[in-house]
């Protein structure tokens, strides 16, 4: 699967996992002291600040290159199996995050700290959002 063979939204689902999967790999990093078996977890308010601001500027220049590169393709509504394919995909990253969260929670119940509970559900998210990239992807490429 080269680049250029890409549709404009496999395009944008690749390059939107790749970020994803980066941040979730640079979180893992910079919460390695934490011990979920053991309730120990350190505040995460600059961390959290600083993922949103990354995933967001990330976001909005992924989508713009992607757009100046493909301008038709980005001003195209997604047809009818685009939003099927978009649709399912959310829906199934949706389990990934409840499962996440629950997990989390579960944790909280053993533990009771909030901090580690923001750091689970934290985690959640960005695995759900790579899990979505890749469910788009797998759909998408399921069809070809």
Do not use: K
């Amino acid at each position: 699967m080269r680049f250029p063979d890409l549709s404009f939204r496999e395009a944008s689902a690749l390059a939107i996992g790749l970020l994803f999967l980066l941040l979730t790999a640079a979180y893992l990093v910079q919460v390695q002291p934490i011990s979920w078996r053991s309730g120990v977890a350190p505040p995460a308010t600059g961390l959290a600040i600083r993922l949103a601001l990354v995933s967001i500027v990330g976001s909005i220049i992924i989508q713009s290159v992607l757009a100046v590169r493909r301008p038709a393709e980005a001003e195209t509504p997604a047809d009818e199996r685009e939003r099927q394919v978009l649709a399912r995909a959310g829906n199934w990253s949706g389990l990934v995050l409840g499962a996440g969260c629950i997990m989390a929670l579960g944790n909280y119940l053993l533990h009771a700290n909030g901090n580690l509970l923001f750091h689970g559900i934290l985690l959640s998210l960005l695995v759900a959002t790579v899990a979505e990239s890749g469910f788009q992807l797998w759909l998408f490429r399921r069809g070809h």
